[in-house]
T-cell receptor
Framework: KAGVTQTPRYLIKTRGQQVTLSCSPISGHRSVSWYQQTPGQGLQFLFEYFSETQRNKGNFPGRFSGRQFSNSRSEMNVSTLELGDSALYLC?????????????FGPGTRLLVL | AQSVTQLGSHVSVSEGALVLLRCNYSSSVPPYLFWYVQYPNQGLQLLLKYTSAATLVKGINGFEAEFKKSETSFHLTKPSAHMSDAAEYFCAVSGSDSWGKFQFGAGTQVVVTP
């Protein structure tokens, strides 16, 4: 099976702009989770989607949003970018998002905000 | 709520020496615990996971971890380090409130010296 794919891999934006990142899960996986990774804060959970519904959300401002499509592909959007949004954004998929399931990670999208 | 603490942000080991990475967890319910490895500019790759079937868990690349409930620990070991083990290692926990949500430790950077 193909792994989790994320596009684009690298992105440069300026403050105030918005950005959309895409994630395609492993075939058959219906749960997609998003994480932000920074040197200072480490890996932080953003949100999780299952069957087009957000089931879980981390402690991030409303500028961070996401959605999931009927084919389980997911997008996350960050509006009004700030310098502190520069990070590696990782998505992970699992069959159902159950706590005992392994999450399989994509290579990430590295976002640089100038 | 669940959390993990990784002791030591950097570990330096000689090639052929024992690798020991420490992880302690906090969980109000039986935890599911995971170790991931991240190579530069890549996503996270699962090394092994504990799901209560056995306390000693064997993973890929010669790594193993032992779940010790009395010590709330899940330390990762490898008997003999290889140069290719140089990477960052993350311990993670999922739990009762965690649809698709892992709580990650801060990570341990492993350097292997010849």
């Amino acid at each position: 099976k193909a792994g989790v794919t994320q596009t684009p891999r690298y992105l440069i934006k300026t403050r105030g702009q918005q950005v959309t990142l895409s994630c395609s899960p492993i075939s058959g996986h219906r749960s997609v989770s998003w994480y932000q990774q920074t040197p200072g804060q480490g890996l932080q959970f953003l949100f999780e989607y299952f069957s087009e519904t957000q089931r879980n959300k981390g402690n991030f401002p409303g500028r961070f949003s996401g959605r999931q499509f009927s084919n389980s592909r997911s997008e996350m959007n960050v509006s009004t970018l700030e310098l502190g949004d520069s990070a590696l954004y990782l998505c992970a998929s699992s069959p159902r998002g159950a706590k005992e399931e392994t999450q399989y990670f994509g290579p990430g999208t590295r976002l640089l905000v100038l | 709520a669940q959390s993990v603490t990784q002791l030591g942000s950097h570990v330096s080991v000689s090639e052929g020496a024992l690798v020991l990475l420490r992880c302690n967890y906090s969980s109000s319910v039986p935890p599911y615990l995971f170790w991931y490895v991240q190579y530069p500019n890549q996503g996270l790759q699962l090394l092994l996971k504990y799901t209560s079937a056995a306390t000693l868990v064997k993973g890929i690349n010669g790594f193993e971890a032992e779940f010790k409930k009395s010590e709330t620990s899940f330390h990762l070991t490898k008997p003999s380090a290889h140069m290719s083990d140089a990477a960052e290692y993350f311990c993670a926990v999922s739990g009762s409130d965690s649809w698709g949500k892992f709580q990650f430790g801060a990570g341990t950077q492993v350097v292997v010296t010849p």
